[in-house]
């Protein structure tokens, strides 16, 4: 069985700082690993993914995340918060060839102007 | 329509109405999903459809009934529901091949409110 554990459920950043969400996993096999993104009112959009190869992952936005298998963790950063970055995230991990998607119970993240 | 869409995005329903979900993929995806979003809850996987199959029905009260009569189309039918069942409903695709990420795309949503 696989589980995510979301650290923080609300992060506050003023607008420029540093965006840092954390994520730990556990798998009994190497996992595929997902942020997604909520906004108000609107479906999750993927912001990244890991599947295998290399261990920084950039996505959408300006974000991106490491996969560090001896830490069993997957943290969220962004260099700079803008506004638009206020949402929902969601950490997320997938056995391979398993249909479950097992998601964090979510963070969060307002941006202070 | 490009995406997931799903329809209504807002519905109110009371304990003895029967009402239907749809959402519908356009990604040519062969693998389909139901999820439940509650307040302070994680994400709750409901059911799996591949290839217009079931594969996948984590336990959820029989006054849901999933109905996947192709790879592009998702139904959650729904009868006397518990104020409980109050939550947004997501629903998901994805190309299931044996190979690959298996990412899944979701749609935005519809909000239930049970009276």
């Known amino acids: 069985a696989q589980s995510v554990t979301q650290l923080g459920s609300h992060v506050s950043v003023s607008e420029g700082a540093l965006v840092l969400l954390r994520c730990n996993y556990s798998s009994s096999v190497p996992p595929y690993l997902f942020w997604y993104v909520q906004y108000p009112n609107q479906g999750l959009q993927l912001l990244l993914k890991?599947?295998?190869?290399?261990?920084l992952v950039k996505g959408i936005n300006g974000f991106e995340a490491e996969f560090k298998k001896s830490e069993t963790s997957f943290h969220l950063t962004k260099p700079s918060a803008h506004m638009s970055d206020a949402a929902e995230y969601f950490c997320a991990v997938r056995i391979p060839g398993d249909y479950k998607l097992s998601f964090g119970a979510g963070t969060t993240v307002t941006v202070r102007a | 329509e490009t995406g997931v869409t799903q329809t209504p995005r807002h519905l109110v329903m009371g304990m003895t109405n029967k009402k239907s979900l749809k959402c519908e993929q356009h990604?040519?995806?062969?693998?389909m999903y139901w999820y439940k979003q509650s307040a302070k809850k994680p994400l709750e996987l409901m059911f799996v459809y591949s290839l217009e199959e079931r594969v996948e029905n984590n336990s959820v009260p029989s006054r849901f009934s999933p109905e996947c009569p192709n790879s592009s189309h998702l139904f959650l039918h729904l009868h006397t529901l518990q104020p409980e069942d109050s939550a947004l409903y997501l629903c998901a695709s994805s190309q299931d091949s044996g190979t690959g990420s298996y990412e899944q795309y979701f749609g935005p949503g519809t909000r239930l409110t049970v009276t």
């Open positions: 990604l040519g995806h062969n693998a």
């Open positions: 890991y599947t295998t190869g290399a261990t």
